[in-house]
């Protein structure tokens, strides 16, 4: 099972590919989408689009998974992320389907992969590198998150699938 993980934003989106095969996860790809300041924020959407597209086309994942948007404080932030966010699921929802569509919030990511809800930001990032056997923690931070987001999902499917009934 391939799986993309996204870390939203508008400034830098986060993206990890990873595949799952039994009992084990490898890396096949992360790294990030970025858009310049300067351009005007529907420029800015439309990149996020055409990465998103770009990565969806060239991975094939069988399920998309994102971090789902938690409250800011400053409100013109959480509406750029909103924006943003939405353009991701546009494109996940028109290429992959809804039903391969899976949102974790914050807490259900970092009690997936430490098993502490309250886990620091060191904690999830060494986490990462060791379920993935990296010999280093991968950089920038949002490409460290989306791939969080992507493990969080692989554990999580295959708890669900364990737990069917047969």
Do not use: W
Request: net charge positive.
């Amino acid at each position: 099972m391939i799986i993309l993980g996204i870390d939203p934003g508008y400034a830098i989106v986060g993206f990890g590919v990873i595949e799952k095969s039994r009992n084990q996860t490898t890396v096949i790809d992360y790294g990030v989408i970025e858009t310049d300041k300067s351009l005007k924020m529907s420029t800015r959407l439309n990149k996020i689009y055409d990465g998103i597209e770009y990565l969806i086309k060239k991975y094939k994942p069988d399920c998309f998974a994102m971090e789902e948007l938690f409250y800011h404080t400053n409100q013109k932030t959480v509406i750029n992320v909103a924006m943003a966010r939405g353009v991701i699921l546009l494109s996940a929802v028109k290429n992959l389907g809804e039903e391969k569509l899976f949102e974790y919030t914050p807490l259900q990511i970092k009690q997936a992969l430490t098993g502490n809800g309250r886990a620091e930001k060191q904690q999830i990032q060494y986490m990462v590198k060791a379920i993935l056997n990296l010999s280093k923690v991968p950089k920038p931070d949002d490409a460290a998150d989306a791939l969080a987001v992507a493990l969080c999902h692989s554990q999580t499917n295959t708890f669900l699938s364990n737990t069917q009934i047969k």
